[in-house]
């Protein structure tokens, strides 16, 4: 199987919240990352439908890593796991 993709990949476990109008907050925490997007686990809450484009906050222990959330769009759903890609907003 070819791999396409286009960043490398760091595994991480970093604090995510997806927010949306329509669902409110959903908690999850990075499994990995890259500068395209993310892998999320999520337990315990409805997953968000492919296509959804969600406000995003990335959290360390201390505080938030981004001030201000940045569009993302969810690429896909495994399981209780979601693709995220950054979404220019284009």
């Known amino acids: 199987m070819i791999d396409r993709r286009q960043y490398e990949r760091t ?4 604090r995510v ?3 949306h109008p329509s669902f409110g ?3 999850g925490f990075t499994q990995d990352i890259s500068d395209g ?3 999320v686990l999520i337990e315990n809450q409805p997953k968000p439908p492919v296509g959804t484009l969600v ?3 990335f959290r360390k222990m ?3 890593i981004n001030d201000e959330p940045v569009q993302m ?3 896909h759903q495994l ?3 979601v693709g995220l890609m950054f979404d220019s907003g284009s």
């Open 62 to 64: 201390v505080g938030p």
């Open 25 to 27: 907050t959903i908690v």
């Open 55 to 57: 406000m995003v906050r």
């Open 17 to 19: 919240e997806m927010t």
């Open 79 to 81: 399981r209780n796991t």
């Open 73 to 75: 769009r969810v690429m």
């Open 37 to 39: 997007g993310a892998r």
């Open 11 to 14: 595994s991480a476990s970093i």
